[in-house]
């Protein structure tokens, strides 16, 4: 039976490769019925959610990974971020709705970049990766991603439609004593040939065991335990209040001098996060003076 909402990892033993294997349901649908896409933009946005969770699981960190497609076409942005924990969140901002089929390279548009930014979430530094996007799809822009950036060969399969995104990512294991799994050795070349037959409707279609079993059957497969992935978003009356107070006292009381009060909705989930007059001023206090204002998010 298909697990929903999942992410397996897997190894292909012989090989020296990793994978990771993808099916967001729930978590996917939790995105959609906040925001209205055309099926192009849905599909580009749910490609990125994979791609993002399957790659924020390779990496051991407590923070969040934050994918972002940005370009002067149709479909501005594209942003999708998740956690250690499976928390995902999304969003894509578009102008007009593109063509039926347009590729993603179509709907960026011009001075497309891929960007993927690392928050330690302990205040500590971010890490950033930007490249122009090349290739025709997000899948071709992450493997480019991937070659210029890291060191180890990563690729990865994308995929989306109105009731699930899906994907599947392969990366070399990190060499021990001296043997690592290169871009050239043929360990990964058999490797991605096999899974580049993997089909759309595969990916959508076909649990973890039985996907790998059909790509991967002349080789060793070991399939981990699945963990669950979730839609979340990490916003809070807090973190607004953060916002605001970078804002400065000046810009608020402007806002509050023409609107009465500062009203902000969270672009991922529409959370509405109202601070009157005094919730504003007690934002910009200095902090140790005002006690906090209790949660109110809706
Ligand atoms: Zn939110």
């Known amino acids: 039976m298909l697990e929903t909402d999942t992410l397996h990892r897997f190894m292909l033993e012989e090989a020296g490769v990793r994978g990771e294997w993808v099916h967001l349901d729930a978590a996917w649908q939790a995105l959609l019925e906040r925001h209205e896409y055309p099926p192009v933009v849905r599909d580009l946005l749910g490609q990125a959610y994979a791609a993002v969770a399957l ?23 594209i942003v999708a971020q998740a956690d250690g924990q499976g ?6 901002r578009f102008r007009e709705t593109p063509p039926e089929g347009a590729t993603l390279a179509q709907c960026a548009g011009d001075n497309a970049r891929l ?17 122009e996007l090349e290739g025709e799809t997000l899948a071709d822009a ?9 060191q180890l060969p990563t690729r990865l399969w994308l995929t989306a439609s109105g009731e699930s995104a899906a994907g599947m990512l392969l990366q070399a294991v990190p060499g021990e004593g001296g043997h690592a799994v290169t871009r050239d050795s043929e360990e990964w070349n058999r490797v991605t040939i096999l899974a580049e037959t993997t089909s759309a409707s595969e990916l959508l279609q076909l649990d973890a065991g039985t996907l790998l ?14 963990t669950q992935v979730r839609f979340h978003c990490s916003c809070s009356r807090e973190r607004v209040g953060e916002t605001l107070r970078r804002l400065g006292r000046e810009e608020i009381r402007s806002i509050l001098a023409e609107q009465g009060a500062v009203d902000v909705t969270c672009e991922f989930c529409n959370a509405h996060y109202h601070f009157d007059p005094v919730d504003a001023e007690a934002v910009c206090a ?6 906090p204002t209790p949660d109110t998010r809706q």
Do not use: C, W
Not at 213 to 226: K, N, P, Q, S, W
Not at 286 to 291: A, D, L, S
């Open 55 to 77: 790659t924020a699981a390779t990496l051991k960190f407590d923070g969040s990974l934050i994918l972002q497609v940005t370009g002067t076409g149709p479909v501005h942005m």
């Open 87 to 92: 928390r995902l969140r999304g969003l894509a």
């Open 115 to 131: 960007m993927l930014t690392l928050d330690p979430g302990d205040g500590g530094e971010r890490y950033q990766g930007v490249v």
């Open 142 to 150: 992450m493997n480019v991603y991937f070659e210029r950036s890291e």
């Open 213 to 226: 079993g059909r790509l991967f059957a002349e080789e060793r497969v070991r399939l981990f335990d699945g």
């Open 286 to 291: 200095p902090e140790g003076t005002q006690p």
